[in-house]
């Protein structure tokens, strides 16, 4: 079955940047749209940026808006999230998602469409 692993979270300082990645295995994600989640200490998932299968369409939360990039490499069955001018506020647990909906579907917003979800890396944000 399909393997979704992140990976690149660690300690940054405030204004610093991660580039974190999410390695899949066993299934491909080539046709599907791919995202990241995050979950701050206390509260609950919220969707940080998303990708259409084929990265033709990005999609971001306001919150990271000019800070994130999200990109794919469909032949490394990989998906990337980079951050920069990283804030305190970004401290969380990081998720990793695809869209378990048909194909070649534009970036998504809704965590109800993500059903592949892998088991999250730590990103903390402090001075």
């Known amino acids: 079955q399909l393997q979704l692993v992140e990976s690149g979270g660690g300690l940054a300082r405030p204004g610093g940047s991660l580039r974190l990645s999410c390695a899949a295995s066993?299934?491909?994600?080539?046709?599907?749209?791919m995202g990241w989640f995050r979950q701050a200490p206390g509260k609950g998932r919220e969707f940080v940026a998303s990708?259409?299968?084929?990265?033709?369409?990005?999609k971001y939360a306001d919150s990271v808006k000019g800070r994130c990039s999200i990109s794919r490499d469909n032949d490394k069955n990989e998906m990337y999230l980079d951050m920069i001018s990283l804030k305190e506020e970004d401290t969380g647990i990081y998720y990793c998602?695809?869209?378990?909906?048909?194909?070649?579907?534009?970036?998504?917003?809704?965590?109800?469409?993500?059903?592949?979800w892998g088991q999250g890396t730590q990103v903390s944000v402090s001075s």
């Open positions: 990708i259409g299968w084929n990265g033709a369409s990005t």
């Open positions: 998602a695809r869209d378990d909906r048909n194909w070649r579907r534009s970036a998504p917003i809704q965590e109800q469409d993500f059903a592949y």
């Open positions: 066993g299934r491909t994600i080539s046709m599907n749209a």
